[in-house]
């Protein structure tokens, strides 16, 4: 026994050596993949915050302009689209599903006020909900409300909000 004694002091410096460099190289990985991941969260909130933006633009264009930017929609939600698209990566197969659900029930909307009369082209403009006893307008402005509403949970949610 007398014989290891020499060699135990050194021997115990090398593992606590080998364990303070295993540590650091697990904290420094860990570090580096946070990097990615915060990377990832970042992007994921501004295609959010695009997407998101560029839905708002559009009904707020709808129902400030009146006809003029409802004869402009398929262009309005073609800019949309690109966004969209360009930022799709993103998003999950049921956040894409909700957003392309509540362009197209933009888009049924503003046709149903483009044919309505002018009491409810008027109620419209004024970002009011319109009050006008229809049989088509009243549930489509219900449906793109609740649709408006679902979008931008999971956006937020998707944003890390």
Known sequence: MNSL????????????TIAVVGFGFYQWR???QNLNRSAVSEARRK?????WGKLEEVN???RSSGEADIAKLPLLLREVNSVFLSNSLYLDDAQQACVNEYA????????LIGASDEDAKDEWS???APRI???????AY??????RATVKGQLLHAAGG
């Open 5 to 16: 004694q020499p060699y135990i002091g050194p021997l115990l410096a090398l593992i606590g």
């Open 30 to 32: 860990n570090q580096q």
């Open 47 to 51: 295609a959010c915050e695009a997407i």
């Open 60 to 62: 707020l264009r709808l």
């Open 104 to 111: 197209a029930a933009i888009h049924s909307f503003a046709e």
């Open 126 to 128: 004024a970002t009011m």
């Open 133 to 139: 006893d229809s049989d088509e307008l009243i549930p």
């Open 142 to 147: 219900e449906r793109m409300s609740a649709l």
